[in-house]
Structure formats: C-alpha cells, structure tokens
C-alpha cells in the first residue's frame, strides 16, 4: 500500500525539496497551502517526476481550517502516514521583534504561529497513527530554540517552546510505533524567501550568510525518518 506523506505549510523551496524527496521513496504526496496556485504549481512540478500528489486548501495556521485539510486528505488517500509542518513564508521577519520589543500581543501571535498551530495538527493526525501503532510527525524548526538570539525575541520562545513540544512528544510515543524529530533550520534556505530578500536588499550585512539547499534539508527529514536514532538535527552553523 502506497504510503502518504502530507505537508502543512508546503511551499515552492523546501516543501518541493521535501516532497520530492519522499516521493522518490514511494510516497504519494499531500500539500497543504493558502492559494491554489501554488499548490497547483507544486502538483505539477512533482507530476513531471511522477510522483503522485494532490493540493488541499487551508490556511495551517487556522485549526478549523487544518481540521478540514486533514479530513479531506484521509477521505483521498485513506491516512496519513507522515505528517510535516513548515510553518512560515509571508515577508522577511513579519511579525518578528527583538527581546526588548516583545510584548504580550506580538507574543502571542508568533506562539500561535508556531506552537499552537503545531499543536492544533498533532491533535488530528496523531490518534490514528497511535491506533495503528505506526506513524511520524516531522517539524521546521529554527536555530533560535537551540541558541538564543536576542534579535529573534519572540520567534525564539515560541521555537524554544515548539522544541520542548516535540522532545516531549517523542518521549511520550517513544515504543507506540510512532516518531517525532525536527530539522532545524540554521542557515538560509537557498531559494526561500528570507534568502531572496537577503540576495535583493541594497543594506550590507555584517556577515556573509550560509545558505544551504533545499535538498539538504529534505535529506535531514529523511534520514531522522527512516533512522529514528534521535529527536532533532540542525542543518547549518547559525548561533555556533
């Protein structure tokens, strides 16, 4: 049987990678973004690697809306076997304030982003997998819950929160035939969005950034899915 990988949050750079990747594995492809065009975009790009896939409609940082994309992806394909959340796009550092500027509703709105949303998927995929004692739940992460980062004030609790989530979550089913680990995101990812306003802005930077393809990543998801020897990777040497 023909395994399904669902990505929330799929976009045009890492989510291909991702899909591609797992795609030549034998999966059949879920995507899960706000416009049709890019999820048509996506379903095309994969079709001309033969990779099966299909776009759902939903905005992942809406919980009735996620609900809807998950029941509506089990209604095409049956279940999911693998779960990935890409939470972000939008423009460089929307909504992102340092530590001194943060404040309880610029908080509030990255926790959501990033936590609650995570929290609100895990609620809706993971009790089918822990019946069927077989599963994985994959999540972008960022370096700024590992190293904190005083320009990244908000983003970094909601990540530090986000990578106590996932640690705790893989302890939790650890023997339940159900993973959960994380790449996180420690360089610019090439193509993205932030690497695209990096490579266009007229201000120099007081240092040369990293940037690491797509592929990269995708292969970092791959290899925690299929070893299943550890909660997390950091892909990159931001904040080392």
Request: charged share 20%; net charge negative; hydrophobic share 45%.
């Amino acid at each position: 049987m023909l395994r399904t990988l669902a990505i929330f949050g799929a976009g045009p750079v890492l989510g291909l990678s991702l899909a591609r990747r797992f795609g030549r594995e034998g999966f059949r492809i879920a995507l899960v973004a706000r416009t049709r065009a890019n999820l048509d975009h996506l379903v095309a790009e994969l079709a001309r690697d033969g990779i099966e896939a299909a776009g759902f409609t939903a905005d992942v940082y809406e919980p009735d809306q996620l609900a809807r994309a998950v029941a509506a992806i089990k209604e095409a394909y049956g279940q999911i076997d693998v779960a990935e959340f890409s939470p972000g796009g939008g423009n460089m550092g929307e909504g992102i304030v340092t530590t001194l500027d943060a404040d309880v509703e610029n908080t509030r709105v990255i926790l959501d982003r990033f936590v609650l949303s995570a929290v609100a998927l895990v609620r809706q995929v993971l009790p089918g997998m822990v019946e069927r004692g077989d599963g994985a739940i994959l999540f972008t992460a960022g370096q700024s819950g590992i190293y904190p980062t005083p320009g990244l004030g908000n983003i970094g609790m909601a990540q530090a929160a986000l990578r106590n989530y996932f640690h705790t979550l893989n302890a939790e089913l650890a023997g339940k035939g159900v993973y959960v680990g994380a790449v996180n995101v420690g360089a610019l990812i090439e193509g993205s969005v932030p690497h695209q306003w990096i490579t266009s802005s007229s201000v120099p930077l007081e240092f040369e950034p990293e940037v690491i393809h797509p592929d990269v990543f995708a292969d970092g998801f791959w290899e925690l899915y299929t070893k299943r020897d550890r909660v997390e990777t950091l892909v990159g040497s931001f904040g080392q």
